[in-house]
C-alpha cells in the first residue's frame, strides 16, 4: 500500500494553462504539505495544511490554489502555468503538528511547462 | 532569516566513512533532521535530532549542537546504494527548511 500517493506523475503543458496535481495519504496523518523541487535540487516549502486547514503560505503566488477536502487529501491547482513553474512537486504529510520534522513524501509530479 | 549551508557534494569509498556537515542561521529552529533523495525519487527521512549530541541509527548516526548552529550526518561502512543527495533541514513551527542538499558519490 502507498502511504502518500499522488497524480499524474508528470505532466507537461502550455504556457497559460491551468493544471491541478492530486495528493492522498493513508497513513492517518493530521498534517499534509506542499513542496517545489527547483532544477537544482533545493526543496522548498509552499503549504502546510492541519486537519484541512491552512497554516503556512510560504509567498506564494495566488497562480497557486490549494484544497483539502479532508485530512486525507491536498490538492494543488495552479492558474495560467508559468516557464518558471516547471520542477517537480512533492505532497508530504507528518503525523501531526508536532511532528513535523518526520515527513513521508510521495513520488513528486514532474512538472514542465513549454 | 532562516538558511541552512551544506558542502554541495562529496565523494567518498565503499567501506569508508563519509560526514555531511550542516551549520544553520536562525533562533526559531527547535530541532534538525536528515532527508536522503535518490535521483528520480522522494525525500525520505533518516533521523531528527531535538537536543545536542548523537542520535545513531544503524549505520547512519546524527549529531546537533545548538550552541554553534551546527549539526552532521555520518554515514558508516559506506554501500553503493548510499550514493544520493542528503538534505538537512530546520524544523520551525509548522514546516521544514531544507538546505540545498550534498550529492554523495560512493566509487567501489
Known amino acids: 500500500d502507498t502511504a502518500v500517493s499522488q497524480t499524474p506523475k508528470y505532466l507537461v503543458t502550455q504556457m497559460g494553462n491551468d493544471k491541478s496535481i492530486k495528493c492522498e495519504q493513508n497513513l492517518g496523518h493530521d498534517t499534509m504539505y506542499w513542496y517545489k523541487q527547483d532544477s537544482k535540487k533545493f526543496l522548498k516549502i509552499m503549504f502546510s495544511?492541519?486537519?484541512?486547514?491552512?497554516?503556512i503560505n510560504e509567498t506564494v503566488p495566488n497562480r497557486f490554489s490549494p484544497k483539502s477536502p479532508d485530512k486525507a487529501h491536498l490538492n494543488l491547482h495552479i492558474n495560467s502555468l508559468e516557464l518558471g513553474d516547471s520542477a517537480v512537486y512533492f505532497c508530504?504529510?507528518?503525523?501531526?503538528?508536532?511532528?513535523?520534522?518526520?515527513?513521508?513524501f510521495g513520488p513528486g509530479t514532474r512538472l514542465t511547462v513549454t | 532569516g532562516q538558511s541552512l549551508e551544506q558542502p554541495s557534494e562529496v565523494t567518498a569509498v565503499e567501506g569508508a566513512i563519509v560526514q555531511i556537515n550542516c551549520t544553520y542561521q536562525t533562533s526559531g529552529f527547535y530541532g534538525l533532521s536528515w532527508y536522503q533523495q535518490h535521483d528520480g525519487g522522494a525525500p525520505t527521512f533518516l533521523s531528527y535530532n531535538a537536543l545536542d549530541g548523537l542520535e545513531e541509527t544503524g549505520r547512519f548516526s546524527s549529531f546537533l549542537s545548538r550552541s554553534d548552529s551546527y549539526g552532521y550526518l555520518l554515514l558508516q561502512e559506506l554501500q553503493m546504494k548510499d550514493s544520493a543527495s542528503y538534505f538537512c533541514?530546520?524544523?520551525?513551527?509548522?514546516?521544514?527548511?531544507f538546505g540545498q542538499g550534498t550529492e554523495l558519490s560512493v566509487k567501489p
Open positions: 508530504a504529510s507528518s503525523q501531526d503538528r508536532s511532528r513535523d520534522y518526520e515527513q513521508y
Open positions: 533541514a530546520g524544523s520551525s513551527p509548522g514546516k521544514l527548511i
Open positions: 495544511y492541519n486537519n484541512k486547514e491552512l497554516i
